[in-house]
């Protein structure tokens, strides 16, 4: 990132970086780049087919250019310069209810492409699998609720909208083989998948694969920051571009808010943007979500990682920085195009430490780093960027079995593959909070086997081994916590109202 270093507070000592020391982390970094190149040159070697090796290399070219920079700005450690740290103007936030109805906005649908990030996995939530094949609302999965809403909107308006999925090598081959069951469905899907990187031993810098047929856990997906070059180099942006498409609206493929809104399609293309991001009000349990700053007169995305550590708090507070990114992006193909070929990318670096399970018993786990992106960092690359701040309704993901629950529940009706508020709704969402027992799915369904009646729920709390029974009604506040070694069961018809429930609850069958 190209920023100012934060000036010190008044009356501190500053240390001033020697020229040595300047000049040995120039050294440093040139050695370590250097013993990187070496190692990738002969993980290419390794492919035996030529086509094949051409396109590994160019992957690898790419890698490089990014943990070079990693290196560079590690050794320059800039931090942002907070006092450059802006709100956002009324311009570079629009609110979504300024957002004129337009009635020709129909005719904007066939310059439309829609795309989902489908790169990750189901573990989380005990799931094995692409996360986008766990069933979410009356025997849909994710990818089954997509396709229903954009084989609705073809329908409906006689236009050919193309499903996009940019998958993970993790879920590449699980993905190809389900959507088969599309074929005769009246939508056209196409998919692509992000880079394959190679993990980095945190001591050495090297790689961690010793050749491209290494196995599966010495490689990752380096974040959706990877979408413009991993679009451009599989031939699916000059793809599209070619069909006569123009505008692209990206969406994690887990959440269920994001679709088609042809407001904001027919904003995008009439304020000629090149790249829109939907933001939503943040609440307490959003405060630590990216949002949008002005800095230094220019559109930024602003991630909890970059803020120092003194500017925390103001970071989270709701007065300053009113929305966080949704993840919701709308941008311009040829744009992104545009980007690419100029090498115009430069998209903050987010390192992210983990570490690989030792091979043999006693040894400690490998210490590696994974070198992302994020796609909402690109904003500061397009003209005319700027972000919507749209109702909540258009921020609906299923990370827990928490968020699982409250989609299945009657607070939504489901209707050509969209999800919509119950009108007796009063307020937003409400707050569910399970316990560890729920998390893996399994579990979930097995302690949870008909979802309670939650119209009039406010806030949810349940830990422990807690079991509900069926037609239960739940209201206002209600909060069940089971002690260990105890367990407590929800007999059939239920109805809680602003309760706390603890200790054993057992009701026999009789």
């Not at 129909?106 to 699998?129: A, E, P, R």
């Amino acid at each position: 990132m190209s920023a100012s270093t934060t000036a010190p507070p008044s009356g501190t000592k500053q240390h001033e970086r020697s020229q040595s020391h300047v000049a040995f982390d120039n050294t440093a970094v040139s050695q370590s780049a250097s013993s990187m190149r070496n190692e990738l040159n002969r993980l290419v070697e390794s492919v035996q087919d030529p086509s094949q090796r051409k396109l590994f290399e160019v992957e690898m070219d790419n890698f490089f250019s990014l943990f070079r920079r990693y290196l560079t700005e590690r050794a320059k450690g800039e931090k942002i310069n907070w006092e450059a740290v802006k709100s956002p103007d009324s311009k570079e936030v629009v609110d979504y209810d300024t957002l004129e109805e337009d009635a020709s906005a129909t005719s904007f649908l066939d310059k439309l492409v829609v795309l989902k990030l489908n790169g990750g996995l189901g573990t989380s939530m005990g799931c094995v699998g692409p996360k986008s094949i766990i069933e979410v609302r009356d025997g849909n999965t994710f990818l089954d609720l997509s396709v229903r809403q954009i084989e609705h909107l073809n329908r409906k308006y006689n236009v050919n909208v193309p499903f996009v999925l940019m998958n993970s090598f993790n879920t590449d081959e699980d993905t190809a083989r389900i959507i088969k069951k599309y074929e005769g469905h009246n939508i056209d899907i196409m998919t692509f998948n992000q880079s394959r990187y190679p993990r980095v031993h945190k001591d050495s810098l090297l790689p961690v694969p010793r050749s491209a047929q290494s196995p599966i856990g010495d490689w990752y997906p380096p974040g959706h920051g990877d979408i413009f070059e991993s679009m451009y180099n599989a031939g699916i942006l000059q793809q599209l571009i070619d069909m006569g498409k123009e505008v692209v609206f990206i969406s994690n493929v887990d959440n269920l808010g994001a679709v088609v809104d042809l407001n904001l399609l027919s904003h995008f293309i009439k304020s000629e943007a090149e790249y829109v991001m939907e933001l939503t009000d943040k609440t307490k349990a959003d405060v630590k979500g990216g949002t949008i700053i002005n800095y230094n007169g220019q559109v930024r995305l602003l991630e909890i990682a970059q803020v120092p550590a003194q500017y925390t708090e103001e970071f989270k507070s709701i007065k300053k920085f009113k929305y966080f990114n949704t993840n919701n992006i709308w941008a311009n193909l040829k744009a992104m195009q545009r980007v690419v070929e100029n090498n115009e990318l430069s998209l903050e670096i987010i390192p992210n430490f983990k570490s690989i399970p030792a091979d043999k018993k006693g040894e400690s786990d490998v210490p590696i780093i994974q070198i992302e992106t994020a796609i909402g960092a690109a904003i500061k690359h397009f003209k005319n960027a700027h972000g919507v701040n749209v109702p909540r309704r258009r921020f609906l993901p299923v990370k827990a079995s928490s968020d699982l629950m409250l989609v299945k529940s009657d607070l939504f009706t489901l209707s050509h593959g969209e999800l919509t508020i119950d009108g007796k709704r009063f307020g937003g969402n409400p707050l569910i909070k399970l316990g560890s027992h729920f998390k893996k799915v399994s579990e979930f369904q097995k302690r949870i086997p008909t979802i309670p009646k939650i119209i009039e729920l406010d806030h949810l709390t349940v830990t422990g081994n807690v079991k509900f029974g069926r037609n239960i009604t739940l209201k206002g506040t209600v909060i069940i916590v089971c002690n260990d070694g105890q367990s407590i069961e929800l007999p059939n018809g239920s109805v809680l109202e602003n309760c706390v429930i603890t200790g054993n609850l057992s009701i026999l069958e009789h």
